[in-house]
């Protein structure tokens, strides 16, 4: 006897999922359709994660999961349910910008901003895992991301320059003998 198949999971099913967003957990009901990307934007109002293509290719709506950079456009909250998210709103402490957005803002990293989230977290995630790389290393890892403004240049140099900030921080913090945070 043939076998039935499976009936596929209706799409406008709802799903009760917890997400940690920038260490603070969120528990919400989701459709089965529903993008990470508009969950965060419009269901926890972070806009930081921005909407370019929704195809997965120019990287602005780049976030951190469990630290890893993924496309929030192709990517289901429901798959989120568990997980630690990182956005760019995470980055700054109130007022006071992170040593990658400050080298950035000084190093005109950006023009019209768009996709300034993106390359900062995909910067961001780098940077933990290479704190010191070169020029080449730089423009490898964020060849990922598009901009259509800058002409890469000035975000490498901002990307190398905000690490020297952070490896200058973390020293700093080392040689005070206060707790290590990657965050400054
Ligand atoms: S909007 Fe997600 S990769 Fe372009
Ligand atoms: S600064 Fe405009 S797209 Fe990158």
């Known amino acids: 006897m043939p076998e039935t198949p499976m009936s596929p999971t209706p799409m ?18 989701v459709e089965s359709r529903r993008l990470l990307v508009d969950f965060l934007r419009d269901d926890l109002h972070l806009k930081g994660a921005h909407i370019g293509c929704e195809h997965g290719v120019c990287g602005t709506c780049t ?15 429901v798959q989120a349910d568990g997980a630690e998210i990182t ?57 990922s991301n598009l901009c259509r403004c800058t002409g890469y240049q000035f975000i490498v140099d901002a990307v190398l320059d ?5 490896r200058a921080g973390a020293s700093a913090a080392a040689a005070s003998g206060s707790a290590e945070t990657v965050d400054s």
Request: overall charge negative.
């Open 162 to 166: 905000g690490a020297e900030r952070m």
């Open 87 to 143: 956005t760019v709103e995470a980055l700054a402490s109130g007022a006071v910008l992170h040593p990658l957005q400050e080298a950035f803002w000084e190093k005109q990293g950006l023009q019209c901003g768009f996709c300034t989230p993106g390359m900062l977290l995909r910067a961001y995630e780098m940077l933990q895992r290479d704190p010191d790389p070169d020029a080449a290393t730089v423009r490898e890892g964020i060849a």
């Open 63 to 77: 976030v951190l999961c469990n630290g890893e950079s993924i496309r929030s456009c192709i990517t289901f909250a």
């Open 12 to 29: 406008s099913q709802r799903h009760r999922i917890t997400v940690t967003v920038n260490g603070q957990s969120h528990e919400r009901e």
